[in-house]
């Protein structure tokens, strides 16, 4: 929390024609333009002031477009690495975690970088917003907005698949203000996503906007300005295990205020962004040049995504083709995107407990992998500067320091249900 907090200031603007315009409380696109384009966050404040420590995520509120500070935050963590980098063969390699890990000052009880989404999402909101916000996700986003809702009493609805039920655990009950509700198993995001899409359509319930809402990707982007915070330079090679891309994105907006700001260089991180194989649509989209998404049969998406590991990796409609999305982000930047199988993640989890001293998740793992195969390839140089982005780690950790509660689901829908049923069944839990 920051002491005597005023409220960010900014303007709002359209990537694709420029256009600048106010904040209405809860824009999430540019007003009287049709063509599909994200809009960004432009800051009063071009050179940042990075606060204290203990104001956790809000020691970056200069660049989040925020009202109010939430309690119970933590920002990600960035140190040198000596473990990985000598097994690696690497001189430049800064991890950023965010996840538990409190010898190093991660302190994130859901043990995600979704957090960073969740506090600063729920601190554009105003204090007296009276209707239901609806968050989709594929777990680890839901288990960030329900902590952080439960914890400053903000009305939320979740939507999940039945199958990623595992990851909704918590270290403390959750208020009665967050409800779950999921799609049957045989599911998947894509599911969830259709269901919390009709949730919108009544008339207390309001959408988070996901890559579309300028305080999720600006909450994202914390993971570079604490890297360049702690390097004092923009890196050169940035990896990430990605589902939506949204993260990337957020990086690459994070590094063109960074440029703005004058005192970090003037590179942009070359994207090295990364997929589980075999769910790879935004691997196979780039690899053909192409900036709108290839067809995915309904079908085979889900068949891949039951077969990876790491299930967060599993969006079939990302933010990749719209104006300022991933398309463009990677053709700005450099990069590419990478790929890993479930056995190599696995080794590479492994690997980095053994040489840092934590577990990671398996996005983490994917993120690592390719990095471990880049080296191989020789995509990156032993004196390149390097930020492995670590979405998530410390659970087990986390786990066995901790009594473990799961959030159960008030209602299961059929996997494609209709506005008449979600209706009636929302009418009853609010």
Known sequence: MIKDFKATKYILQSVYTGKQFNDEGWTLDAPNETK????????????????????????????????????????????????????????????????????????????????????????????????????ASAGNTARAFAHVCSDNNIPLLLCVPEDNLNALWFNKPINDCVKLVVTKSGSDYFDAIHLSNLACQLDNFFAEGGAKNVARRDGMGTTVLSAVNEIGKIPDYYFQAIGSGTGAIAAWESNLRLIDDGRFGRNKMKLMVSQNKPFVPIHDAWKADSREMLHLDDNLARTQVEEIIAKVLSNRKPPYPIIGGLYDAMKDAGGDVLLANNDELQKASKIFEETEGNDI????????????????????QKDDLIMLNITGGGENKFKRENEIFYLKPKHVFEITPDLETVKEVLDQLF
């Open 36 to 135: 599909p384009t994200l809009i960004r966050a432009i800051y009063n404040k071009k050179q940042i002031e990075v606060k204290e420590v203990s104001a956790g995520i809000y020691r970056f509120a200069d660049w989040l477009p925020i009202h109010r500070t939430l309690k119970g935050s933590s920002a990600p963590v960035t140190y040198k690495s000596e473990g990985l980098a000598k097994h690696l063969g690497l001189n430049n390699l800064y991890i950023t975690f965010s996840g538990y890990w409190p010898e190093k000052g991660a302190k994130f009880p859901t043990c995600s970088f979704k957090e960073t989404e969740a506090y600063s999402v729920c601190g554009r909101l105003s204090a007296n917003e009276k209707k239901v916000l609806v968050v």
């Open 361 to 380: 998740h398996p996005a983490s793992a994917v993120a690592t992998a390719t990095l471990i195969d880049a080296i191989k390839n020789g995509l990156v």
